[in-house]
């Protein structure tokens, strides 16, 4: 079992940043992918951005240029900094990490941080 805690959320003003962390118990390298979601009330889950064990980054469409997803594998912990956040950032961003098996792949989920962006 893969334990995941994510942190760093808060309240911020409009333009201002946050730098969202997701530790993971076990080895960073064990793991196949880590990605950043969130969930805006009454939908499922949006990726938001993910990097895989080679560090391909993938970022949603509309996000990129203000998020950026980063490991540091020293300390077994995944970032997204965000900048320029908007009203329309708030929400409870959570992390998931993937292990794969010979036969599927694992996904783990933390349970979230929640971002607030107001004046």
């Known amino acids: 079992q893969v334990q995941v805690v994510e942190s760093g959320g808060g309240l911020v003003q409009p333009g201002g940043s946050l730098r969202l962390s997701c530790a993971a118990s076990g080895s960073i390298a064990s793991f196949s992918a880590m990605a950043w979601y969130r969930r805006y009330p009454d939908v499922p889950r949006e990726e938001i951005a993910s990097i895989t064990s080679t560090g391909r980054k993938n970022y949603a469409p509309s996000l990129k240029g203000r998020f950026t997803i980063s490991i540091d594998n020293a300390k077994n912990t995944m970032y997204l900094q965000m900048n320029d956040l908007k009203p329309e950032d708030k929400d409870v961003y959570y992390c998931?990490?993937?292990?794969?098996?010979?036969?599927?792949?694992?996904?783990?989920w933390g349970e979230g941080t929640q971002v607030t962006v107001s004046s």
């Open positions: 998931r990490v993937d292990r794969d098996f010979s036969d599927h792949i694992q996904h783990y």
